[in-house]
């Protein structure tokens, strides 16, 4: 993507009338915030939604032939003193600006495609990928931005976070208007609230699914978490778009306050999901939950889908209502999500009545909900096998926790490696064990996760659930440093083909 601006033209007139005159009319051919991607025509902005203050990388941008720079007003002496040959331009709070400067180089990348942001604690990447997944399926150009990847149509890119850096972000929304990309569905993750990265984006939509505890080595405090999270309805009421659409999910915590923050904004457009509440705009009845899909109905139409469990139903509610909004045949729409499942987020691999759940459940609050999700939905007589580890070097406290809920709600536990890393994959089982021990004797440990997923699912029978949980999409298991490819999916499928039970 080439774009070529003057200095001028980047920053406003204004400063460079009186000020920057000097170098006004230069070209930038690219603006950087990365000091390994600098040319000597390139801006190098010293902000990142990263990094809080100074960027420690303008030297090594220095030393690679840049000679522009805008650095936040507090720091541009300091440098100017020091590269006398370069320029450095002063701006005010530069974090908050990067958004806004990007978008400008980049053309507003935004006001050209329909924007929608998806926030809240968890959903927030199911619902994208749904949201995604069915607009493919009606045959709509469409991109996703979010933590399982990001994607250009078809085109999949690794996703360094779940919602990136601002320049990175608009440079991203920029490609996807070349690739004529009609519908964005983003996650909005708090830290890029926090930090800033949304900047500059004109949003149409922005949905809440939900929120409970998380992030608080982040935020600090509960209030701080959630005030950041309402946030995202003052972002929205910043776009520029002339129709701006909130949804949000009324069965969750604190929905009163999102809503009354909502309302204060008199020019956004409000709309409801609920599963309890036929006064919402989008509720959910007739459901129906099985260990192979569930079945619902919203606005009258039946939705069949292969995904599993009330959260999902919420999650699929979510998506209608966003797709809803665009004026697309609602049966369509409940057609085009009957087959969507999500890579590694209770994905479902049913053969011959058994069904392996795979999802990346790794703390216990989440392992504790996948498990009891599926225990909703176990036919009578099917048992629930669980399968996990713990991560080496690192939270060790949690492993006899997860021992101890596994123990509690499946009928029985196969122990395993998850990305041991540097510790000794039995002494992490031998903790995971002093929680499941003092619960149940029905468990095994088996270190080799491979041969543990074939152990459970061996021992299913039809009607029984094996989730497998703790890594969902990665496709990799870290041992020692080394970083080895291996995917449960992958597994799974084999122990299917090998047993000849065809699957889906
Ligand atoms: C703690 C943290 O925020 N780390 C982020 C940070 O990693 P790092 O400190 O190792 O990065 P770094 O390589 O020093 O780069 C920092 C900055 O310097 C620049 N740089 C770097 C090297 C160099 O030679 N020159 C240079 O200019 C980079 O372009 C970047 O702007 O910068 C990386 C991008 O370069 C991020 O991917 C990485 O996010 C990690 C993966 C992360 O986990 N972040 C969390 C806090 C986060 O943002 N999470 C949220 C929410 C997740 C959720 O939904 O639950 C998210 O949106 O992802």
Same mark, same amino acid.
């Given at each position: 993507m080439l774009m070529n601006l003057l200095l001028r033209d980047i920053l406003g007139r204004e400063a460079f009338e009186t000020t920057y005159r000097s170098i006004a009319m230069k070209e930038v051919t690219s603006i950087e915030n990365d000091s390994r991607r600098v040319t000597p025509d390139t801006l190098f902005i010293a902000a990142s939604g990263y990094i809080d203050d100074a960027h420690p990388y303008i030297t090594d941008a220095y030393e690679r032939g840049c000679?522009?720079?805008?650095? $936040? =007003? +507090?720091?541009? $002496? #300091?440098?100017?003193? *020091?590269? #006398?040959?370069? %320029?450095?331009?002063?701006?005010?709070?530069?974090? *908050?600006?990067?958004?806004? #400067?990007?978008?400008?180089?980049? $053309?507003?990348?935004?006001?050209?495609?329909?924007?929608?942001?998806?926030? !809240?604690?968890? !959903?927030?990447?199911?619902?994208?990928?749904?949201?995604?997944?069915?607009?493919?399926?009606?045959?709509?150009?469409?991109?996703?931005i979010g933590t399982i990847e990001y994607r250009i149509n078809d085109e999949s890119f690794p996703a360094p976070n779940t919602t990136p850096d601002a320049l990175m972000l608009q440079r991203f929304l920029a490609q996807m208007v070349e690739k004529k990309v009609e519908y964005v569905i983003m996650e909005v993750s708090s830290h890029a609230l926090a930090l800033g990265r949304l900047e500059g984006i004109d949003f149409d939509i922005m949905a809440f699914t939900n929120f409970s505890q998380d992030h608080l080595d982040f935020h600090k405090t509960m209030e701080e978490y959630f005030a950041t999270k309402l946030s995202a309805i003052d972002l929205l009421n910043q776009s520029r778009k002339p129709k701006r659409i909130f949804i949000y999910n009324q069965d969750m915590n604190r929905a009163v306050e999102v809503l009354k923050h909502a309302l204060s904004f008199p020019d956004i457009q409000l709309y409801s999901i609920s599963l309890r509440d036929e006064k919402a705009d989008y509720c959910a009845t007739d459901i129906v939950l099985s260990s192979e899909g569930s079945s619902f109905r919203v606005k009258g139409i039946p939705f069949s889908i292969r995904m599993i469990g009330l959260t999902n139903v919420y999650n699929f509610t979510m998506a209608f209502a966003i797709l809803a909004q665009w004026r697309l045949h609602l049966r369509a729409i409940a057609q085009s999500m009957s087959d969507i499942t999500v890579k590694g987020r209770v994905e479902p691999v049913v053969g011959n009545g058994i069904t392996a759940v795979?999802?990346?459940?790794?703390?216990?609050?989440?392992?504790?909900?996948?498990?009891?999700?599926?225990?909703? +939905?176990?036919? =009578? !007589? !099917?048992?629930?096998?669980?399968?996990?580890?713990?991560?080496?070097?690192?939270?060790?406290?949690?492993?006899?926790? &997860?021992? =101890?809920?596994?123990?509690?709600?499946?009928?029985?536990?196969?122990?395993?490696? $998850?990305?041991?890393? +540097?510790?000794?994959?039995?002494?992490?089982?031998?903790?995971?064990?002093?929680?499941?021990? *003092?619960?149940?004797?029905?468990?095994?440990?088996?270190?080799?996760?491979?041969?543990?997923?074939? /152990?459970?699912?061996? &021992? /299913?029978?039809?009607?029984?659930?094996?989730?497998?949980?703790?890594?969902?999409?990665?496709?990799?298991? #870290?041992?020692?440093? =080394?970083?080895?490819? %291996?995917s449960d999916r992958e597994i799974v499928e084999k122990w299917f083909t090998q047993h000849g039970i065809p699957w889906k």
């Amino acid at each position: 993507m080439l774009m070529n601006l003057l200095l001028r033209d980047i920053l406003g007139r204004e400063a460079f009338e009186t000020t920057y005159r000097s170098i006004a009319m230069k070209e930038v051919t690219s603006i950087e915030n990365d000091s390994r991607r600098v040319t000597p025509d390139t801006l190098f902005i010293a902000a990142s939604g990263y990094i809080d203050d100074a960027h420690p990388y303008i030297t090594d941008a220095y030393e690679r032939g840049c000679r522009m720079f805008l650095v $936040d =007003e +507090t720091q541009q $002496d #300091i440098w100017q003193n *020091r590269y #006398i040959d370069a %320029f450095f331009i002063g701006i005010p709070n530069i974090q *908050r600006q990067l958004g806004k #400067i990007a978008s400008h180089f980049y $053309d507003h990348p935004s006001m050209k495609l329909v924007v929608c942001g998806i926030t !809240g604690t968890s !959903g927030k990447s199911t619902t994208a990928f749904v949201t995604y997944q069915a607009l493919r399926k009606m045959g709509f150009h469409a991109g996703l931005i979010g933590t399982i990847e990001y994607r250009i149509n078809d085109e999949s890119f690794p996703a360094p976070n779940t919602t990136p850096d601002a320049l990175m972000l608009q440079r991203f929304l920029a490609q996807m208007v070349e690739k004529k990309v009609e519908y964005v569905i983003m996650e909005v993750s708090s830290h890029a609230l926090a930090l800033g990265r949304l900047e500059g984006i004109d949003f149409d939509i922005m949905a809440f699914t939900n929120f409970s505890q998380d992030h608080l080595d982040f935020h600090k405090t509960m209030e701080e978490y959630f005030a950041t999270k309402l946030s995202a309805i003052d972002l929205l009421n910043q776009s520029r778009k002339p129709k701006r659409i909130f949804i949000y999910n009324q069965d969750m915590n604190r929905a009163v306050e999102v809503l009354k923050h909502a309302l204060s904004f008199p020019d956004i457009q409000l709309y409801s999901i609920s599963l309890r509440d036929e006064k919402a705009d989008y509720c959910a009845t007739d459901i129906v939950l099985s260990s192979e899909g569930s079945s619902f109905r919203v606005k009258g139409i039946p939705f069949s889908i292969r995904m599993i469990g009330l959260t999902n139903v919420y999650n699929f509610t979510m998506a209608f209502a966003i797709l809803a909004q665009w004026r697309l045949h609602l049966r369509a729409i409940a057609q085009s999500m009957s087959d969507i499942t999500v890579k590694g987020r209770v994905e479902p691999v049913v053969g011959n009545g058994i069904t392996a759940v795979i999802d990346y459940a790794h703390k216990p609050d989440a392992l504790e909900k996948v498990l009891l999700t599926l225990r909703d +939905t176990l036919r =009578e !007589g !099917g048992r629930l096998i669980s399968v996990f580890g713990a991560g080496g070097d690192r939270d060790r406290t949690k492993r006899p926790i &997860m021992g =101890e809920i596994s123990g509690k709600l499946a009928d029985y536990t196969v122990l395993t490696s $998850d990305n041991p890393r +540097t510790e000794d994959p039995l002494a992490i089982l031998a903790e995971i064990e002093e929680g499941i021990k *003092r619960i149940t004797k029905n468990y095994i440990i088996e270190p080799d996760r491979e041969k543990a997923i074939f /152990a459970a699912l061996t &021992m /299913a029978k039809p009607g029984d659930i094996v989730l497998i949980a703790g890594k969902g999409h990665e496709d990799y298991q #870290i041992i020692g440093k =080394e970083k080895r490819h %291996f995917s449960d999916r992958e597994i799974v499928e084999k122990w299917f083909t090998q047993h000849g039970i065809p699957w889906k």
